[in-house]
């Protein structure tokens, strides 16, 4: 007798970026389909969760690195200052010190 058994399924994930400051969903990126061997279907389902964060973490990451700065980061961020005067010249103030 002949049976049809599912060797394994062909996966294609769809994502949106879900932001809690915005009511739309835009898309996410555009991922590659996946064949997974029907076996290993369960571990696949299991490691997703885990895979999506981690994609996330990286997308994040990339996005941060090519944006500018804004506004309040270059604000928040510490100002270089110059150093006192005395500190520029040690020697001087050094000299008025032992004068006074």
């Not at 049976?3 to 590659?32: A, C, E, Q, S």
């Not at 969760?49 to 973490?57: F, H």
């Not at 996005?63 to 928040?76: G, H, I, Q, S």
């Amino acid at each position: 007798m002949k049976r049809l058994r599912i060797l394994g399924l062909t996966i294609k994930v769809n994502t949106v970026w879900v932001d809690d400051d915005r009511p739309d969903m835009p898309p996410g990126p555009d991922l590659n389909p996946v064949s997974v061997p029907f076996a290993e279907l369960g571990e696949f389902a299991k490691q997703l969760p885990k895979q999506i964060t981690e994609l996330t973490e990286q997308l994040l990451a990339q996005e941060n690195d090519t944006k500018p700065p804004n506004r309040a980061a270059r604000r928040a961020a510490p100002k270089k200052r110059a150093p006192a005067k005395a500190a520029r010249r040690p020697a001087k103030a050094a000299a008025v010190s032992a004068d006074g």
